[in-house]
């Protein structure tokens, strides 16, 4: 079973981290820092989406949704039940806004997974789920990225880890789609086909089978 490897995405973030006010600088749109809790807790979501693939879960099935919303639980607070409670109100609103906003983005990734190329399906769930309005309150950036990596896993494809070499090209892109609304005619029809095919090309080039491990299925 190909799960994520834990160990070369957090090199690759930790290389991203040190090199990020450099790239902050030519950003279009400047940044929140990278911390170095934000990306433990990046890596305690990748390690429990691993236990996911093991289990042969599909994120995007009525039974996998709790899941899907745990990983932004973790991106955001991580599994300390302490911090759990500290946030407790935020992660019960993030619930609420999550079940009104992901049946159109379920039912379009299960309607296109069989269908669809890794690439397509991974570039398509990514540009639904950030552009306005989110699915999530916060960290829709980071969340999304280990879903769409998960996507592309799932359909056999290396993923896509925030590196140095890339992250400017990737995070222009991202927020040209984060400010893109989905309820806007002209955004849909003119904007978000663009954003979708440039980020479906960057994919192409630049997602890495570094990122990716073997591990055997519990019996």
């Known amino acids: ?75 955001l607070c991580g599994s300390d039940p302490g911090t759990r409670m500290q946030y407790y109100q935020h992660l019960s609103e993030t619930r609420k806004n999550f079940l009104l906003r992901i049946k159109p983005i379920k039912e379009w990734t299960a309607k296109k997974h069989s269908g669809s190329d890794a690439y397509q399906l991974a570039s398509g769930f990514y540009t639904r789920m950030l552009s306005r309005p989110q699915l999530f309150l916060e960290g829709n950036h980071r969340t999304g990225n280990i879903l769409l990596n998960y996507l592309l896993i799932s359909k056999h494809a290396p993923p896509y880890i925030v590196s140095s070499a890339h992250a400017h090209t990737y995070l222009d892109l ?46």
């Open 1 to 75: 079973m190909r799960v994520f490897c834990l160990d070369e995405i957090g090199r690759s973030l930790r290389e991203f981290q040190r090199e990020f006010p450099a790239i902050n600088d030519r950003l279009a749109m400047r940044r929140e820092e990278l911390t170095e809790l934000m990306i433990e807790q990046i890596l305690e979501a990748y390690g429990f989406l691993n236990t996911l693939l093991l289990k042969e879960m599909d994120l995007f099935t009525p039974a996998g949704l709790y899941a899907l919303l745990e990983m932004n639980h973790l991106v």
């Open 174 to 219: 991202s927020g040209d789609i984060k400010f893109t609304e989905k309820g806007n005619s002209l955004d849909t029809a003119l904007r978000m086909p663009g954003h979708r095919r440039r980020l479906e090309t960057f994919l192409r080039e630049c997602s890495s089978v570094r990122y990716i491990t073997d591990m055997e299925s519990p019996v």
